[in-house]
C-alpha cells in the first residue's frame, strides 16, 4: 500500500476498533464482562480498571459475579456500579458482588437497536471525514513531482478504502442490531 494511504488506512482501522469497543459496552440480554470496561474503582488513591482489582465472571447466562482480591474493594466497587450507567444494582454477599441482568423489554431492545445505528452512522462520518481529510491532502500535492494521474488514483484507492470499512461497519452494526433484537 502508498506510504500516503497507510496514513488514513491506520486512522480508518483506528475508527472501526473504537466502534468495536463502543458496541460491545452495549449490553444484549444475556450478561457481558465487557460492559464493566468503562469503570475503574479507587484503589490505593488511583482509578484502576475493576479487572485489575477483581475476578470478573459469568457463571450463568445472566449474571455476572466480581470477586475483589481484597475485601476492603467491596465497597469501592459496589459504589462504582451504582454510580454508573449500567442500569443494575449489585448485590452483596460479604465475599462477591452479583450483577443480575434482568431479561430485556420489547421498547428497551429497540433503544438499544437506535443507539446501535447510532453509533454507527458516528463511525461512518468519522471514516467520511478521514477522506475528505485524504482528498484535501492529495489536492495539495498539485504543482508538486505528482502527476495528475496520479493523484486521481491515490483519491480512487482512498475511495475503496472508504467503501470496504463503511461495509465493515454496516455488518458490525447488523451483527450488534441481531444481537440484541434476540430475545
Same mark, same amino acid.
Given at each position: 500500500? +502508498?506510504?500516503?494511504?497507510k496514513?488514513?488506512?491506520?486512522?480508518?482501522?483506528?475508527?472501526? @476498533?473504537?466502534? +468495536?469497543?463502543?458496541?460491545?459496552?452495549i449490553?444484549? *440480554?444475556?450478561?457481558?464482562?465487557?460492559?464493566?470496561? &468503562?469503570?475503574?474503582?479507587?484503589?490505593?488513591g488511583s482509578?484502576?480498571?475493576?479487572?485489575?482489582?477483581? @475476578?470478573?465472571?459469568?457463571?450463568?447466562?445472566?449474571?455476572?459475579?466480581?470477586?475483589?482480591?481484597? &475485601?476492603?474493594?467491596?465497597?469501592e466497587?459496589?459504589?462504582?456500579?451504582?454510580? /454508573?450507567?449500567? *442500569?443494575? @444494582?449489585?448485590? +452483596?454477599? *460479604? !465475599?462477591s458482588?452479583?450483577?443480575?441482568?434482568?431479561?430485556? !423489554?420489547?421498547?428497551?431492545? &429497540? $433503544?438499544?437497536?437506535?443507539?446501535?445505528?447510532? &453509533?454507527?452512522?458516528?463511525?461512518k462520518?468519522?471514516?467520511?471525514?478521514?477522506?475528505r481529510?485524504? @482528498?484535501?491532502?492529495f #489536492?495539495? %500535492? #498539485? *504543482? /508538486?513531482?505528482?502527476?495528475?494521474?496520479?493523484?486521481?488514483? %491515490? $483519491? $480512487? =484507492? %482512498? =475511495?475503496? %478504502?472508504?467503501d470496504k470499512?463503511? #461495509?465493515?461497519?454496516?455488518?458490525?452494526?447488523?451483527? #450488534?442490531?441481531?444481537?440484541?433484537?434476540?430475545?
Open positions: 500500500m +502508498n506510504e500516503q494511504l496514513v488514513y488506512d491506520d486512522k480508518m482501522t483506528k475508527s472501526i @476498533n473504537s466502534l +468495536n469497543s463502543e458496541l460491545a459496552t449490553r444484549a *440480554g444475556r450478561a457481558n464482562p465487557h460492559v464493566l470496561d &468503562k469503570l475503574a474503582v479507587d484503589y490505593y482509578p484502576t480498571p475493576i479487572q485489575q482489582v477483581a @475476578n470478573v465472571s459469568v457463571p450463568e447466562a445472566r449474571m455476572i459475579q466480581i470477586q475483589p482480591w481484597e &475485601k476492603s474493594l467491596l465497597k466497587i459496589e459504589k462504582a456500579i451504582l454510580v /454508573s450507567d449500567i *442500569g443494575i @444494582n449489585p448485590t +452483596n454477599d *460479604g !465475599t458482588i452479583r450483577l443480575i441482568f434482568p431479561e430485556l !423489554t420489547e421498547e428497551r431492545r &429497540k $433503544e438499544l437497536a437506535k443507539d446501535v445505528k447510532k &453509533k454507527g452512522e458516528g463511525a462520518v468519522a471514516i467520511r471525514n478521514i477522506r481529510d485524504g @482528498n484535501d491532502a #489536492k495539495k %500535492l #498539485k *504543482g /508538486s513531482d505528482i502527476s495528475e494521474d496520479e493523484i486521481k488514483d %491515490l $483519491e $480512487e =484507492q %482512498l =475511495q475503496k %478504502l472508504t470499512y463503511i #461495509k465493515e461497519i454496516d455488518v458490525a452494526v447488523d451483527v #450488534k442490531t441481531k444481537e440484541v433484537m434476540t430475545v
